[in-house]
């Protein structure tokens, strides 16, 4: 298990880990809240992790782009999917300078192909000519992110985009967006599109 940076074995579960009924109240589209896990309200669910780690080990991305890597459990599950397909690399960033340090420590210790920035999601994206994966979750414009994201994508590239569930503003991006997306019901929501 890749430990979640700044999170400690405690009496709350270990590494941090609760139910995501501590963070998100049930709904009509997801009474069962209960079902999945989060380190606090601001990281994505342990489910979501994983399934940005399975989602780069079928499609074995050159280039993968994180905004927000907040405290890493998901930009390390991430990268270490990289690493264990032998193949890309990937940038992730925060506005805190705390937390980019933290990154590019843990990913030195684990030799990770991952660096961090300290810098908005909009720059970090602008930064490449073409990418092939994008997870789309800071604490930013996503709008702006999403939307650079897009023009940078290689053919059959992937944006995830989270926290796409009805109670977030960011629900209304896939709306405005012409291009093919994948509704995720967790209870924060999570979004995929496609560029053709």
Request: glycine share 10%.
């Given at each position: 298990m890749i430990e979640p940076l700044g999170f400690a074995?405690?009496?709350?579960?270990?590494?941090?880990?609760?139910?995501?009924r501590d963070f998100t109240p049930a709904s009509a589209l997801c009474p069962r809240v209960d079902l999945w896990r989060a380190t606090d309200s601001l990281a994505s669910e342990m489910e979501v992790s994983d399934f940005m780690y399975a989602l780069i080990r079928l499609l074995k991305p050159g280039i993968v782009v994180e905004t927000g890597c907040y405290t890493g459990v998901t930009t390390l599950r991430m990268a270490r999917?990289?690493?264990?397909?032998?193949?890309?690399?990937?940038?992730?960033?925060?506005?805190?300078?705390?937390?980019?340090?933290?990154?590019n420590q843990a990913a030195r210790r684990r030799t990770l192909p991952l660096e961090a920035f300290c810098m908005s999601g909009v720059e970090l994206i602008g930064r490449f000519d073409r990418i092939d994966l994008a997870f789309?979750?800071?604490?930013?414009?996503?709008?702006?992110?999403?939307?650079?994201?897009?023009?940078?994508?290689?053919?059959?590239?992937?944006?995830?985009?989270?926290?796409?569930?009805?109670?977030?503003?960011?629900?209304?991006?896939?709306?405005?967006?012409?291009?093919?997306?994948?509704?995720?019901?967790?209870?924060?929501?999570?979004?995929?599109?496609?560029?053709?």
């Open positions: 074995p405690g009496r709350r579960g270990i590494l941090g880990i609760r139910s995501e999917a990289l690493k264990t397909n032998r193949h890309g690399r990937m940038a992730t960033c925060d506005i805190k300078e705390n937390l980019v340090a933290e990154m789309i979750d800071s604490g930013g414009n996503r709008e702006a992110e999403v939307g650079r994201a897009v023009r940078r994508m290689n053919r059959f590239g992937v944006v995830a985009l989270h926290d796409t569930a009805p109670h977030h503003p960011e629900s209304r991006i896939q709306a405005s967006l012409d291009l093919p997306y994948l509704y995720m019901n967790t209870p924060r929501g999570l979004t995929l599109f496609q560029v053709r």
